[in-house]
Structures are given as structure tokens and as C-alpha cells.
């Protein structure tokens, strides 16, 4: 079992950036790749962006690309994500997930954390 919590959600202004992270514990995630999505109310869950077990492989949704950057830790057992240039439909809450095999941005995770909530001022 792999559990994940996420932490630095908060509030920013628009054009202002964050800093989140998911720290892992149960296991070493240098298996796993990992991945961000998000949530705003009302809608589906979307993925934001994923990176390989080795971070040599990252990817991004056509909405953040750009402006957000995945990146790993394996040491650490962190995952991050910075999101720099936050616009107004970028709130929501944000969670890192974990799965083994290839990073992308369509497949079934296998564990997920709890959230982190993020929300942009005008």
C-alpha cells in the first residue's frame, strides 16, 4: 500500500504561483509513476500532469502545459507540482496519484491521496 498526502494547496491571486507536494509513505514510489489531477465543482476529474517512475518522461494537459511543471524526489518519496501563471478556472482540489507502469495521462491510478485545495483570486 502506497498512502500519499498533498500539501501547500491555498489561496493566490491570479498570475501568482504555488508550490504543491505529495509526500508518499508505505512504500518507495521509484516504481510508480505518478501523477496530478484536479477537480473543480460541478465538474470531472481531470489529469493535469504526470511523470515517469524515473522522471524522465513528463506530461501535461493542454490547459496547464506551459504554466505547471511536474517533478519527482525519489529519495524523498516526493512528487511535486509547480503551477506558476494560476488563472481563474485553475481552482479546484488537486491530488496526486500512483500507479506502476508507464506515466500517462489517460490511465486507471491505483492509489490516490486526499487533496489539496487550491483557490485563485481575481
Known amino acids: 500500500q502506497v498512502q500519499l498526502v498533498e500539501s501547500g494547496g491555498g489561496l493566490v491571486q491570479a498570475g501568482g504561483s504555488l508550490s504543491l507536494s505529495c509526500a508518499a509513505s508505505g512504500r518507495t514510489i521509484s516504481a510508480y509513476a505518478m501523477g496530478w489531477f484536479r477537480q473543480a465543482p460541478g465538474k470531472e476529474r481531470e489529469s493535469v500532469a504526470a511523470?515517469?517512475?524515473?522522471?524522465?518522461?513528463?506530461l501535461y494537459a493542454d490547459s496547464v502545459k506551459g504554466r505547471f511543471a511536474i517533478s519527482r524526489d525519489n529519495a524523498k518519496n516526493t512528487v511535486y507540482l509547480q503551477m506558476n501563471s494560476l488563472k481563474l478556472d485553475d481552482p479546484a482540489v488537486y491530488y496526486c496519484?500512483?500507479?506502476?507502469?508507464?506515466?500517462?495521462?489517460?490511465?486507471?491510478?491505483?492509489?490516490w491521496g486526499k487533496g489539496t485545495l487550491v483557490t485563485v483570486s481575481s
Open positions: 511523470i515517469s517512475w524515473g522522471g524522465g518522461t513528463t
Open positions: 496519484a500512483a500507479a506502476r507502469g508507464t506515466a500517462s495521462l489517460t490511465r486507471p491510478m491505483d492509489y
